[in-house]
Structures are given as structure tokens and as C-alpha cells.
């Protein structure tokens, strides 16, 4: 069976990305920043599923180009269409489905290959598979709509704390067959950088047996300034 794994991603224009990052960092920072994030995820998730797609963002040639040269023929691409996020996703499992699909979001540098991999297995007795992230929000969904499409895009307010917990509800008055993955985490804000670097120094030490390899956001992270006085903005 054809298993699915998709990107949302963004061409990393200073000014267009992690742009609450760039309130405390600067907007060619966070570019690059976030220019690291990519780089690590594609290269991480590049043998992921039968099938990957990087679902890009805007959907314009410098976009195309820019993200042909960085899967290296890994990925398809897939033009995000101009909409809200929740229609976004919506018409992206649409495209890719009705077999078992993962969508994973660009914000969570460190995120291990092997929780894609879970999901896509758990979508063989699963209709819906959620990451929940720290911050309330979600770093993967994954759908198996052969039973039905699941009504969880319309009406869920995106990019908010709310966003796993409305989705929950919605899957369960839908009596949709959920199952949850560990929890993890986006990098959204400026004190998100501490706990990044921190948790970067952690890894080597990690109990885990698959580390996730974020070299390019290391390197990233190395050119900005102290992030110690980020977080409260001194």
C-alpha cells in the first residue's frame, strides 16, 4: 500500500518567515534559521514512506526552484494553493489520499524520522494519527480516509493553544479510531531558542538510540547572538 509523507514548507524570504523570531532576532536570522530547519528535515525525512511531498509555500517559480535543488529528487512538490491553513491541509490529504498519509509542519527541527514512521504504521488500524506540540498546536497529522474523510480542517481555530484540543473533539463526536504520538515541539518564539540550543547539547547524551542529525540548524544557531537574553528581551 502507498504510504504518504508531506512537508508544509516555506521559501525562506527574510521578512515572510518565523516571523516571531525575527521581532527579537532579525529577519535575515531567522531566514537562515529557518533555511537550517529545512535543510535538516528534508535531509532526515528523505527515505520516509513510499511517497514524499514537499507541499511548498509561496507557490511561485523562485519557490519551485529553490525547493527541486533542496530535495535532490526526494520529494515531489506539490504548490500550496492560496488559502487558509486549515483549507491548505484539507486539499493536500484530498490529493494524496485516500491511503494512509503523514503531514508534518517545518517548525520542529529536531523532530525524529522514526515518529513519521510510527504514524504511517499506526494509520493500518487508525483512522487519525496526532502529534500533539508543546505550544497546544499539532506537528503531525496523519489520516487514513478509506474509511471516510475526517471533518477536522473547517471551523478549527489554526495556529492557536486551542488547536489540539478542538481537533480532538471533533474526532471523537466523528467516533474516529485516534491514536497519539509523543509529545514534542515547534520553534515559534524567542525563548523557544534557549530551549533549542539546550536541548541540541542534550542530544549526544540521549537515552534515544536514533538521534536526530540537525547539523545545519547547529550551524544556524552558532551566527545568532546570545540567546540567554532573549527570552526576556534585555
Known amino acids: 500500500m502507498t504510504s504518504t509523507l508531506g512537508m508544509f514548507v516555506k521559501y525562506p524570504e527574510p521578512g515572510r518567515v518565523k516571523t516571531r523570531l525575527a521581532s527579537a532576532i532579525g529577519d535575515s536570522a531567522a531566514a537562515t534559521l529557518y533555511r537550517g530547519f529545512l535543510s535538516d528535515l528534508i535531509q532526515r525525512f528523505g527515505a520516509t514512506g513510499t511517497r514524499r511531498v514537499l507541499a511548498y509555500s509561496p507557490a511561485d517559480a523562485v519557490s519551485r526552484e529553490f525547493f527541486e535543488q533542496q530535495s535532490a529528487g526526494r520529494f515531489e512538490l506539490w504548490p500550496q494553493p492560496d488559502a487558509d491553513l486549515g483549507t491548505r491541509m484539507r ?24 515518529f513519521a514512521t510510527l504514524a504511517l504504521s499506526m494509520l493500518q488500524t487508525a483512522d487519525v494519527v496526532l502529534g500533539p506540540a508543546t505550544d497546544g498546536g499539532l506537528y503531525l497529522i496523519g489520516l487514513n480516509q478509506q474509511r471516510r474523510a475526517w471533518p477536522i480542517f473547517d471551523g478549527i481555530d489554526w495556529s492557536t493553544s486551542r488547536v489540539l484540543g478542538q481537533v480532538v473533539r471533533r474526532l471523537q463526536e466523528n467516533r474516529a ?15 523557544d531558542l534557549d530551549f533549542l540550543r539546550g536541548h541540541l547539547s542534550a542530544l ?27 527570552a526576556d528581551g534585555r
Do not use: C, N
Not at 91 to 114: H, K, N, Q, R, Y
Not at 177 to 191: C, F, N, S, T
Open 91 to 114: 486539499l493536500f490529504f484530498e490529493a494524496f489520499g485516500p491511503e494512509p498519509v503523514v503531514l508534518i509542519g517545518s517548525d520542529s527541527p529536531t523532530l525524529p524520522a522514526g
Open 177 to 191: 479510531r485516534l491514536k497519539v504520538l509523543p509529545l514534542w515541539y515547534d520553534i515559534d518564539e524567542p525563548a
Open 204 to 230: 549526544p547524551f540521549s537515552l534515544e538510540e536514533a538521534l536526530p542529525d540537525a547539523s545545519a540548524t547547529r550551524a544556524a544557531l552558532e551566527l545568532l547572538p546570545g540567546l540567554d537574553v532573549l
